[in-house]
């Protein structure tokens, strides 16, 4: 979507080859979005550093296609850089991930939010602790829901914003089945939300559904 809030740098599930990830740019701040195995060449290649005032990185959840290459960014501001990263995160156990991957302590601050940025709790894995947002960027509310694979810690928001991205699978599982929330969606665009789809597994099928539905 070409004038949506967020800019993607790869939204393939977590087999593909560009891991989920965006990013905006706002007020000499730069804001990513997950930080996956693939991401770390991407955002090396595509960004001046010493052009942001701050450089905040949101994790929503641990696994590999999320945080795999968070260590790596930090350290690469950090040494080559001279500049500190903020982690924004509520997953419990980011200190540690960011401990046992060598990642020194004065190259990056700990924010569980910020003023525009709120964390809402939802369900994804057994394994790990899993994270959207609700966040006002470019004066815009948007809704983030991450990796899950239920909508409703997600629904009260609904009414508050003008995008929303979303996790969509056509297995489901640890995810959100497409064909399970197509008439979901459906509602929510006429409405006049913008609904940005993420983390597919398989696009053609998406695009199939979202498709046969607009018929």
Do not use: R
Not at 118 to 129: E, V
């Amino acid at each position: 979507m070409k004038n949506s809030v967020l800019n993607f740098l790869g939204k393939d599930s977590g087999f593909g080859d560009n891991n989920n990830s965006a990013y905006i740019e706002e007020n000499n701040n730069l804001y990513i979005i997950d930080c996956g195995f693939t991401v770390f060449n991407k955002i090396k290649n595509k960004f001046d550093f010493n052009t942001y005032n701050n450089i905040y990185i949101i994790i929503t959840h641990l696994h590999n296609d999320h945080a795999g290459s968070l260590s790596q960014l930090i350290l690469y501001l950090w040494f080559v850089y001279n500049k500190k990263a903020t982690v924004i995160s509520k997953c419990i156990n980011i200190k540690k991930y960011l401990e046992i991957t060598g990642t020194p302590e004065e190259a990056y601050d700990i924010k569980n939010n910020l003023d525009n940025v709120s964390f809402i709790q939802t369900t994804h894995t057994p394994f790990l602790d899993a994270y959207g947002f609700i966040g006002t960027f470019g004066g815009k509310k948007i809704l983030y829901t991450g990796d899950t694979n239920s909508l409703e810690n997600f629904i009260p928001f609904f009414n508050e914003i003008k995008e929303l991205y979303i996790d969509v699978s056509k297995y489901g599982g640890a995810h959100l089945k497409i064909d399970d929330i197509i008439d979901i969606l459906y509602d929510l665009k006429q409405k006049d939300i913008d609904i940005i789809f993420m983390h597919m597994d398989d696009k053609n099928y998406i695009e199939s559904i979202i498709n046969k539905k607009a018929q």
